[in-house]
Nanobody
Framework: QVQLVESGGGSVQAGGSLRLSCAASGRTFSDYALGWFRQAPGKEREIVAAINWSGATIYYADSVKGRFTISRDNAKNTVFLQMNSLKREDTAIYYC?????????????????WGQGTQVTVSS
């Protein structure tokens, strides 16, 4: 079992920044990959960024490249998503997920555990 708890969401104006955190517990943190997904109203859940077990392999969706940064601190069992230059279209519920294979794929089916989500709202 892996428990994931997101924090750091909120409301911000376009162009602003937010930093999401996801604290994990229950299994050895450095054994698994982590991903950030988001889901906007009426839309499917989509990958935002993923990082493999070691942090050596990172993926970003095209829509966030150059604006978002995913990182992990294995000593603190936490994964972060730094979001800069936020746009209205970034508005969504953001979810942290754990992939026990360690790879950090782009499909939500590859992830075994999910957090409860944190709302991010960007206004113009």
């Amino acid at each position: 079992q892996v428990q994931l708890v997101e924090s750091g969401g909120g409301s911000v104006q376009a162009g602003g920044s937010l930093r999401l955190s996801c604290a994990a517990s229950g299994r050895t943190f450095s054994d698994y990959a982590l991903g950030w997904f988001r889901q906007a109203p009426g839309k499917e859940r989509e990958i935002v960024a993923a990082i493999n077990w070691s942090g050596a392999t990172i993926y970003y969706a095209d829509s966030v490249k150059g604006r978002f940064t995913i990182s992990r601190d294995n000593a603190k069992n936490t994964v972060f998503l730094q979001m800069n230059s936020l746009k209205r279209e970034d508005t969504a519920i953001y979810y942290c997920a754990a992939d026990l294979s360690g790879r950090g794929g782009v499909n939500y089916e590859e992830y075994n555990y999910w957090g409860q989500g944190t709302q991010v709202t960007v206004s113009s």
